[in-house]
């Protein structure tokens, strides 16, 4: 019955190769997100999307690339792995992008531990 | 830029000693300030939201408040079981419910 769920749970691979994250929600939430946590515990906000629209963008090099093929599926693409990308990546969901979804904040996945060497 | 400080940034504390964790915020306007709670190899869970100064919620052995600058999450009688990192957030205004975190606080809590 898991309501976010990320695969994989570990990924480890080489600089210069291209991986994928997947993200899958079961809560019927209109609104996706991938946050990126470092070493020191400080999550940043990568994507949003709401109904498979990008919302928000941030700073996120161009070899960071998200896709949700519907509401309920948020993937992440990687291309051109570097050692500064390895971190802990959590999709997120919630009810909407208003106000009253506020209320019950964010449902985490399990994260995906991103290992480059 | 919207700034969120957590202190301390690591607290150890024997079962039933009560304690407070700070959350210090800057923002140009708050849609909501909210409290996570994240165990190793986990997600952050859902704690709390709170929007107004004054506002208080609580859950268990856990009361979160609010003031115009900061919010504290009271930890009453804390059992080992209490041990977590204890995230705020603040979320702006705009759409996209985007949250700014802090770095959290580690708690520990021992026998």
């Known amino acids: 019955d898991t309501a976010v769920s990320q695969t994989p749970k570990y990924l480890v691979t080489q600089m210069g190769n291209d991986k994928s994250i997947k993200c899958e929600q079961n809560?019927?939430?209109?609104?996706m997100y991938w946050y990126k946590q470092d070493s020191k515990k400080f999550l940043k906000i990568m994507f949003s999307?709401?109904?498979?629209?990008?919302?928000i963008n941030e700073t996120v090099p161009n070899r960071f690339s998200p896709k949700s093929p519907d509401k309920a599926h948020l993937n992440l693409h990687i291309n051109s792995l570097e050692l500064g990308d390895s971190a802990v990546y959590f999709c997120a969901s919630t009810q909407q992008a208003g106000d009253r979804g506020r209320e019950s904040g964010y449902t985490f996945g399990s994260g995906t531990r991103l290992t480059v060497v | 830029e919207d700034q969120v400080t957590q202190s301390p940034e690591a607290l150890r504390l024997q079962e039933g000693e009560s304690s407070s964790l700070n959350c210090s915020y800057t923002?140009?306007?708050?849609?909501?300030l909210f409290w996570y709670r994240q165990d190793p190899g986990k997600g952050p869970e859902f704690l709390f939201t709170l929007y107004s100064a004054g506002e208080e919620k609580e859950k268990e052995r856990l009361k979160a408040t609010l003031t115009k600058k900061e919010s504290f999450l009271h930890i009453t009688a804390p059992k080992p079981e209490d041990s977590a990192t204890y995230l705020c957030?603040?979320?702006?205004?705009?759409?996209?419910?985007?949250?700014?975190f802090g770095t959290g606080t580690q708690l520990k809590v021992e026998l």
């Open positions: 923002v140009s306007g708050l849609r909501g």
């Open positions: 957030a603040v979320g702006e205004p705009g759409g996209g419910n985007k949250l700014t």
């Open positions: 809560l019927g939430h209109d609104t």
């Open positions: 999307y709401n109904n498979k629209e990008l919302i």
